[in-house]
């Protein structure tokens, strides 16, 4: 068990940020009062580590450069749609390159440093999460947006430490709707840097990303990537409301640096799924035809072996048969796994009718 409970961490993720990236995303912030010595110790820490930041630089260098051999896979559907499951289904082909939960915290200290670095990250972070017990490991699969809100300024996650700006951040980071031009230059240029270190890192040849915030993404996505590849994950949306509550309000307890209610904290959540499933239905239609699979998490959870080699065959993924005994050898594992259950409140069932009827009907699901 690692030393720290999540919920009691001293400092938040802000502490692997670049200098830049860390005054640029607290100037002029609201930071309450409890949360000022998390605050002023996660900045401490993060101006110490920033001054390793050139030599990172010195070594990417020697990256920048370096085509991609395939454009990425990207794993899409809103927070506690399943994506993580077919994250780590998928990560088991060694095929496939990804952001570990290492990189997402300290992206800056990835080319030199890391063996120290990780070592005591492993011995001082949690074992599990703290909403589902999925286990938590330095070198495990993660989504990049981690990564990217210390790596630019321009993330959706921002909202973690300073909710009551969620909204905005949705309409300018989440969707790019409100995005200005240059900060979604700046928003390629850092992702693609991520991608090239994620695979320097875990010696992939195919970028494979799992990233709720890139489904309001595509059209920059494929700007960058014409050819790639994506999965979307449906879910019933009212498992998905009560599961994102209890994801939102308990992850946001150690990263926060300011107060939200839960009431407030639900609201947000609800107007972003609606926002989140329309961009999708929007932008969808610019992938080209053979690169989109859409699936419901349900049918992946009672068959993940057959439902993945369906996946493969869509999308015209060739890594299937040599991958086939790991994938196999981490769903036996995962065999007896006993994921939260829902008891759906009326209260529940009345929020999701009224506000996310659109996916009841797109995607066929009732009580």
């Known amino acids: 068990m690692g030393l720290l409970e999540f919920d009691k961490l001293p400092i938040n993720t802000l502490v692997g940020a670049d200098w830049d990236t860390f005054k640029k995303v607290t100037d002029r912030q609201n930071i309450d009062k409890e949360y000022r010595n998390k605050y002023y110790l996660t900045k401490g820490v993060c101006r110490l580590l920033s001054l390793l930041n050139p030599i990172e630089e010195k070594y990417y260098r020697k990256l920048a450069d370096k085509p991609l051999e395939a454009d990425p896979l990207f794993i899409l559907g809103h927070w506690r749609s399943g994506t993580t499951f077919v994250h780590n289904v998928l990560a088991c082909d060694k095929h496939f390159g990804y952001t570990t939960t290492y990189q997402t915290v300290f992206p800056h200290l990835m080319l030199w440093g890391q063996p120290f670095f990780k070592k005591n990250m492993s011995f001082l972070m949690p074992d599990k999460r703290p909403t589902d017990n999925m286990e938590l490991k330095v070198d495990l699969p993660q989504e990049e947006e981690f990564a990217l809100s210390n790596m630019l300024p321009y993330s959706y996650y921002n909202f973690w430490f300073f909710p009551q700006r969620m909204l905005e951040y949705c309409d300018r980071y989440l969707t790019f709707d409100a995005i200005t031009e240059q900060e979604r230059e700046v928003f390629k240029k850092t992702f693609m840097k991520l991608v090239k270190i994620s695979l320097w890192n875990t010696q992939g040849a195919q970028f494979l990303s799992k990233n709720p915030p890139h489904t309001g993404r595509i059209k920059t996505l494929l700007e960058m990537f014409p050819n790639a590849k994506f999965i979307y ?7 998905v409301f009560e599961s994102t509550r209890s994801f939102f309000t308990n992850t946001i307890k150690p ?3 300011q107060n939200i209610s839960n009431e407030e904290l639900e ?5 972003v799924y609606k926002r989140l499933f329309y961009k999708y239905q929007e932008q969808k239609h610019l992938i080209p035809k ?12 009672k068959d993940a072996f057959a439902m993945t080699e369906d996946i493969y065959n869509k999308l015209n993924l060739s890594s299937f048969n040599e991958s086939k005994p790991y994938i196999e050898k981490y769903l036996d594992k995962k065999k007896g796994y006993k994921k939260n259950q829902y008891k759906y409140e009326d209260k529940t069932i009345r929020v999701v009718e009224e506000n996310w009827g659109m996916a009841l009907k797109e995607w066929g699901y009732d009580l």
């Not at 609201?267 to 107007?271: D, G, L, P, R």
């Open 233 to 239: 994950l449906k879910r019933n949306p009212y498992t």
């Open 267 to 271: 609201h947000n959540f609800v107007e």
């Open 290 to 301: 053979g690169n989109l699979v859409e699936i419901k998490f349900e049918d992946f959870e």
């Open 255 to 257: 990263l926060k640096l």
